[in-house]
Structures are given as structure tokens and as C-alpha cells.
């Protein structure tokens, strides 16, 4: 096993579901109860890394991060660091490459809330900050789970962006699918089928939580 690389991929998967739970949540509300116009071009934007092959993704984020682009400017100005080949930038393209799993989710949870729901909330006297405190969020939660849940295990197996943004860099952006494929190249059939196995034992996991979630939700809606 490979724990530098072990090391790396579970601190970009929490650091990945703690910044993208938030975006998430908001998102996911927004697109769930408003409409407004360029609405499907947004789920459109959002969606758009599923389809999109890591490559390309990788290329354009490798493209945006240098220290020429604007993005990579800004944050050479804010940090006086770059952004390629570093754990910031394999984190901002983690994000980027995530935000489907992150928000469609948490957006279907959102769109089974009752509008009148809401409505009767805001008539007994709740803000909306109250209402989405104490009457959407515990009814959402299996949402957000599923979200956080996808969230964590497309980072751990996310190989072609980050790699593309990161290259692997030992201890810095070599995560435990890059070290895979170095296993793989170096004919260490072995260490390959560890890192491999647990990457499995993850993934069925979590679609295990997930599924078992949406049986609930469909057990409790008769």
C-alpha cells in the first residue's frame, strides 16, 4: 500500500466534500424552488464534467492555472504561489471536476420539499434562513449524504484531471489512482491489486449508502 499517496487522496476527498457541501446545498436550492432565465444552461455548466472526458477537463483547467491565464494570476497575486502541480490546484480542479455529484444530488432532495411547505413555514412566522434551517434541511438530509458520499468517492477515483493539473508529485499530488497506474507501469501486479481492492471496497460502499438511501426515501413516500 502506497500511504503517502493513501494520505493525499482522503485529504482531497474531505477537503473536496467540505468546500462543495455548502456550494451544494445552495445550489441545489436554487435550482430545486427559482425560475429564472439560463436556468438550463446552469444545469447544463454543472453537468457538463460528467460528459466531458478528464482529459479535456484537465487540459483546460491546466490551461486556466497558469501563472499567464487570469485565473492563475489572480491567485499568483493573492499567494504569491502557482496553482499547477501543486495540492491547491489538484484541490480547485477536485472542485470543479465534483460539482455535479455535489449539487444534483442535494437539488432532487430539494425538488420532493411540498412548496406549500415552505408557505405554511413563512405564514407561522420562520424567515427563510429559519425555514431552510429547521424544516428543509432535516427532510433533504438523505440528499445531501448521497451527495457527500459521491462526492468523496469520484475524488478518491478521480485519476486524468488530476493528474493533467497535478502530474504526481510524491507527497504533494500523487494520489492512490496515479499510484495505481505507476504500479501498473512498473510491473508491481501486487500493489496494484491492493490500492485497487480498496479503491473497490469504496466505491461499492458508497453506491450501497446511496442506493440504500433512495430505497428509504421511496419506502417512505409509499
Known amino acids: 500500500m502506497d500511504w503517502s499517496a493513501l ?3 482522503l485529504h482531497l ?18 435550482l430545486a424552488t427559482a425560475r429564472f432565465r439560463g436556468k438550463g ?12 472526458p478528464p482529459t479535456v477537463l484537465g487540459f483546460y483547467l491546466l490551461q486556466q492555472f497558469g501563472r499567464d491565464a487570469p485565473l492563475g494570476s ?22 470543479i471536476a465534483n460539482l455535479p455529484f455535489a449539487i444534483q444530488p442535494i437539488q432532487r432532495a430539494f425538488e420532493h420539499v411540498p412548496t406549500n411547505l415552505r408557505e405554511a413555514a413563512w405564514c407561522s412566522g420562520l424567515s427563510p434562513w429559519q425555514t431552510l434551517w429547521r424544516i428543509e434541511l432535516p427532510l433533504v438530509w438523505p440528499g445531501i449524504l448521497s451527495a457527500a458520499a459521491l462526492t468523496f468517492a ?35 501486479e501486487q500493489g496494484a491489486a491492493r490500492m485497487s481492492a480498496l479503491l473497490l471496497l469504496v466505491s461499492l460502499t458508497t453506491l450501497g449508502l446511496v442506493y440504500g438511501l433512495a430505497g428509504k426515501r421511496r419506502w417512505a413516500r409509499g
Open 154 to 188: 469520484h475524488t478518491l477515483g478521480e485519476f486524468g484531471v488530476i493528474l493533467m493539473v497535478g502530474g504526481a508529485i510524491d507527497g504533494e499530488t500523487r494520489t492512490l489512482a496515479i499510484a495505481i497506474y505507476d504500479r501498473v507501469q512498473a510491473f508491481d
Open 41 to 52: 444552461l446552469c444545469e447544463a455548466l454543472i453537468a457538463l464534467p460528467l460528459v466531458l
Open 7 to 9: 494520505s493525499v487522496s
Open 74 to 95: 489572480v491567485w499568483a497575486t493573492l499567494t504569491g504561489g502557482g496553482l499547477n502541480f501543486t495540492f491547491s490546484g489538484i484541490l480547485l480542479a477536485s472542485l
Open 13 to 30: 476527498a474531505a477537503l473536496t466534500c467540505l468546500f462543495l457541501l455548502p456550494v451544494g446545498i445552495w445550489a441545489g436550492r436554487a
